[in-house]
């Protein structure tokens, strides 16, 4: 068996005594990373949709756009509850009016029971604070930041556009208000050694989070990584490299620190590299594989951790 990780689906049925499906909304945000605020164009791997590039157009309604994913959730989830996570962009950055209208029409959709909002540290004030922990007295309610990276270099070449310390200021913020977060890390940026990318994810379970997600780059089409990789090709991880990094990784993850993802996938339209991402059950079949080698190695049983 392989090494033991708190998966999303464990922690889910834990609290709420069911499967959660999380439903993707797109809420018709924009990026101050886009918009000249901060920078234009975005992160270099970041797609023309933000990376909701799954998601139904933002001009929908709402409750549409959750009835219609549902829909197509229940062909593979017969029964559960609900959480929505609002995905592409900056989902906080907008007046709070906004914001207040749209995160309590999400959360009064039937059987709802949580809201995941993707953004930025940068974006993160007091007031959108007090919105959130107003909406956690109703229902669950996380953050998601794409810290990607420790490395303030590579910060710099994917041009994040914040600080390391703006992460730890809107952690301490988050933290203070007990709002769980999730932080999306990503392996395989050009440049970055083993080390780098591991230091990553204990920069993350150092800063407070609750939640974790790790991914490898992707190369897609319509984005500045694209460009650079077809003028000057970089190293793309292999399988094998991506799968012992994760193992690793899961290593460095203390158990009461959500594993919310250990792989992704590009729409495969626009998908350049890593092509043998392509199958999403052959590399969790792949990692798995690698998790239970790891532990044997170690000399762990399934269900012992590493310390963190």
């Keep these: 068996m392989p090494l033991h990780y708190n998966s999303a689906n464990e922690f889910f049925r834990k609290k709420f005594g069911c499967k959660i499906i999380k439903i993707p909304i797109n809420g018709n945000f924009t990026c101050p990373n886009r918009d000249g605020t901060k920078g234009k164009g975005g992160c270099i791997f970041c797609s023309e949709k933000g990376s909701g590039d799954f998601l139904f157009p933002s001009n929908m309604p709402i409750a549409e756009q959750f009835e219609k994913t549902k829909e197509i959730m229940s062909k593979k989830w017969k ?8 995905q592409s962009f900056t989902n906080t950055y907008a007046p709070i009016e906004k ?19 993707g953004t930025r540290p940068d974006c993160i004030s007091d007031e959108t604070i007090n919105l959130l922990k107003e909406l956690s007295e109703k229902l669950y309610i996380t953050v998601e930041i794409g810290l990607q990276t420790s490395n303030e270099k590579s910060a710099v070449y994917i041009n994040r556009c914040y600080s390391n310390t703006e992460f730890e200021k809107a952690m301490s913020l988050l933290n203070k208000a007990n709002i769980d977060v999730i932080c999306h890390i990503i392996f395989g940026i050009p440049g970055e050694t083993e080390e780098d990318m591991l230091n990553s ?11 974790i997600k790790i991914q490898l780059l992707h190369v897609l089409e319509g984005t500045k990584l694209a460009e650079i990789y077809k003028k000057t090709p970089f190293k793309i991880l292999s399988l094998d490299e991506y799968c012992g990094l ?39 079949n792949r990692l798995n594989k ?19």
Excluded: C
């Design 201 to 211: 994810v204990k920069y993350a379970v150092n800063s407070g989070i609750k939640g």
């Design 290 to 308: 690698e998790l239970d080698k790891y532990s044997k190695n170690l000399g762990l049983s399934a269900q012992t951790r590493l310390p963190g």
């Design 99 to 117: 914001l207040r209208k749209i995160f309590t029409e999400a959360a009064d959709l039937k059987d709802v029971v949580g809201i995941s909002i």
């Design 246 to 284: 994760v193992a690793k990784a899961i290593a460095l993850i203390p158990k009461d620190i959500t594993v919310h993802r250990i792989t992704g996938d590009g729409p495969k339209k626009i998908l350049i590299e890593p092509k043998w991402t392509g199958n999403k059950k052959a590399v969790l």
């Design 79 to 86: 029964s559960g509850k609900y959480m929505i996570y609002f």
